[in-house]
Every structure is written in structure tokens, then in C-alpha cells.
Nanobody, 122 residues
Framework: QVHLVESGGGSVQAGGSLRLSCAGF????????MGWFRQAPGKDREWVAD????????AYRDSVKGRVTISEDSATNTLYLQMNKLKPEDTAMYYC???????????????WGLGTQVTVSS
């Protein structure tokens, strides 16, 4: 069983940056989909970005394109989410996940972390 652990969340002002990390994948060289999701209070969990392990193929939801970068480090088996130019609407609990299939689909994921909170103030 995979235990994913996110870190790096915090409180920042609008325009600031945060780098989220996710450990616990084991060997990520052939993990398939690795993704970041977020859930704001009262809203459904939504896909933010994904990367196909070992391929450098990434995808982003439109609202974060140009501000967010997903990456993986195969040496440390760590998944990252660099977030720049943060906006108040980015405020949410952020989760990393691992799965297979069509990566933007939340139903493709079966391994989840417990989340790290990101709060952006205006």
C-alpha cells in the first residue's frame, strides 16, 4: 500500500509562491499518472495538474496554466507542484495522487495523500 505525504502548504499573500512536495510513491519511474488535486470548502475535489511518470508529459487545468509547474524527481521519488502568482481562488486543500489511465480523470487515481492546506490572502 502506498502512503503519500504532502508538504509545503502555507499561507501567502496574492502574488506569492509555494512549492508543494509529495513523497511516498516508492519508485516513480513507472507509476503512470501522478497528479495534484485541490478541494476548496464546499466544492468538489478538482484536478489541477498531472504528469505521466518518466515521460515529462504534463497537463494543467486552464485556470493554473502559466502559473503552476508539476515535476517529478526520480532520484528522490518526489512529486512537486511549483505554484507562482497565487490568487485567492487558489485557496484549497491540495492532494497528490497516483493512478493509471486518463490522468485528468479523478477516477483514475487510487493512491491519495491526506493533503496540505494552501491559503492565499488578497
Amino acid at each position: 500500500q502506498v502512503h503519500l505525504v504532502e508538504s509545503g502548504g502555507g499561507s501567502v499573500q496574492a502574488g506569492g509562491s509555494l512549492r508543494l512536495s509529495c513523497a511516498g510513491f516508492g519508485s516513480i519511474s513507472s507509476r503512470g499518472c501522478m497528479g495534484w488535486f485541490r478541494q476548496a470548502p464546499g466544492k468538489d475535489r478538482e484536478w489541477v495538474a498531472d504528469i505521466i511518470s518518466g515521460s515529462s508529459m504534463t497537463a494543467y487545468r486552464d485556470s493554473v496554466k502559466g502559473r503552476v509547474t508539476i515535476s517529478e524527481d526520480s532520484a528522490t521519488n518526489t512529486l512537486y507542484l511549483q505554484m507562482n502568482k497565487l490568487k485567492p481562488e487558489d485557496t484549497a486543500m491540495y492532494y497528490c495522487a497516483g493512478g493509471s489511465g486518463w490522468c485528468p480523470d479523478i477516477n483514475s487515481y487510487h493512491d491519495w495523500g491526506l493533503g496540505t492546506q494552501v491559503t492565499v490572502s488578497s
